[in-house]
């Protein structure tokens, strides 16, 4: 059974400083996503990551995948206030294709002024 | 172009009522997946449909819960006689594409989800 995991599961920082997120997984895979969730709405794709050693940045947040490793980092630079949500990395399900996805539980991001 | 659409956003049950929970995919998207979101934990997939064909639901329980995608209309994800366990944030999300294409690189969008009370 594939196994999502995410930590920390909770992160409280300051604005301006610098943190990562890490997502490890247990079966081969070449895909990874991350995504973002605010309180009450839905997910929003933040970046698809297609093979090993792939890094893509938008704006404060930078991810990598590294497939030997299975691992995944979310990188957060000088934070700010609007970056606080809850992000999830999720692996396609063992099958590969379109399947499904397996979320890990979520890294719930608060961000203080 | 709208996205997934998803309604109702919040509905009510009492135990043993039925739930009725309808998604809309994006336009020109035939595949349609619903997940289940308990509160503080991540997204648990339940059932891959396409169109008249239910292709996996190895997340969904056995009894109780069904799903449909016709080929007219929505996708129906049906909860008959609730219980307070199944209050949760229920999301569908859809495709354009096949299972097992390898060029497949697009993420799954996620409708708004539905919000489902038990009393």
């Known amino acids: 059974e594939l196994k999502v995991e995410q930590n920390p599961l909770f992160l409280s920082m300051q604005e301006g400083k610098n943190y990562t997120i890490y997502c490890n997984y247990s079966t081969t895979s070449d895909r990874l996503y991350w995504y973002r969730q605010d309180p009450g709405k839905s997910l929003e794709s933040l970046f698809v990551?297609?093979?090993?050693?792939a890094v893509k940045q938008e704006g404060r947040l930078m991810a990598s995948l590294d497939t030997k490793a299975r691992l995944s980092t979310l990188h957060i630079t000088a934070a700010v206030h609007d970056l606080s949500a809850t992000y999830f990395c999720?692996?396609?399900?063992?099958?590969?294709?379109?399947?499904?996805?397996?979320f890990g539980k979520g890294t719930h991001l608060i961000i203080q002024p | 172009n709208a996205g997934v659409m998803q309604n109702p956003r919040h509905l009510v049950r009492r135990r043993g009522q039925e739930a009725r929970l309808r998604c809309s995919p994006m336009k020109g998207h035939s595949h349609v997946y619903w997940y289940r979101q308990l509160p503080e934990e991540g997204l648990k997939f339940m059932v891959y449909l396409q169109k008249e064909n239910i292709i996996d639901e190895s997340g969904m329980p056995k009894e109780r819960f069904s799903a449909e995608f016709p080929k007219e209309g929505p996708s129906i994800l049906r909860i008959q006689q609730v219980v307070r366990g199944d209050s949760a944030a229920y999301f569908c999300a859809s495709s354009p594409l096949a299972p097992g294409v390898s060029s497949y690189n697009s993420p799954l969008h996620f409708g708004n989800g539905t919000r489902l009370t038990v009393t």
């Open positions: 999720a692996v396609p399900q063992e099958g590969g294709g379109a399947d499904g996805l397996t």
């Open positions: 990551l297609l093979s090993n050693g």
